[in-house]
C-alpha cells in the first residue's frame, strides 16, 4: 500500500525557515503527482503547493513567493521549502500523492498521516 510519511516540522520563529520532505513508497514515484495541504486547528484542510510529474509546481496564493516545492524522483521524495514563515502558516502539514493531477489538487487518494509546523509570533 501506499505509504508517505512527513518529516522536518518543528518550531521556528515568524521570519524563519522550515524544510519538509516527504519519502513515498508502495507507489510508482515518478507516475504520481505529490503536494502538501495544510491543517491549521479550527479550520478545514486546504491546498498549499503540488507538483506535477513533469516538476511543474502550483501554488496557494497565499504562499506564492514564499514556499518552494520540488521532488527528487531518485529517492522517491517530494519537499516543501518553507520561507519567511508566518504564524498564520502554523497548522499540520500533509503529504499527498495521486495519479491524477485533478485529484491531486482537490481530493488526492494518499495522505501522510501529517507534522507540526509552528511559527511563533
Known amino acids: 500500500q501506499v505509504r508517505l510519511v512527513e518529516s522536518g516540522g518543528g518550531l521556528v520563529q515568524a521570519g524563519g525557515s522550515l524544510r519538509l520532505s516527504c519519502l513515498a513508497s508502495g507507489l510508482v514515484f515518478g507516475d504520481n503527482a505529490m503536494g502538501w495541504y495544510r491543517q491549521a486547528p479550527g479550520k478545514g484542510r486546504e491546498f498549499v503547493a503540488a507538483?506535477?510529474?513533469?516538476?511543474?509546481?502550483k501554488y496557494a496564493d497565499s504562499v506564492k513567493g514564499r514556499f518552494a516545492i520540488s521532488r527528487d524522483n531518485a529517492v522517491n521524495t517530494v519537499y516543501l521549502q518553507m520561507n519567511s514563515l508566518k504564524p498564520e502558516d502554523t497548522a499540520v502539514y500533509y503529504c499527498a500523492a495521486d495519479l491524477y493531477w485533478g485529484l491531486l489538487t482537490t481530493e488526492p487518494r494518499s495522505w501522510g498521516r501529517g507534522i507540526q509546523v509552528t511559527a511563533s509570533a
Open positions: 507538483i506535477n510529474t513533469e516538476g511543474a509546481p
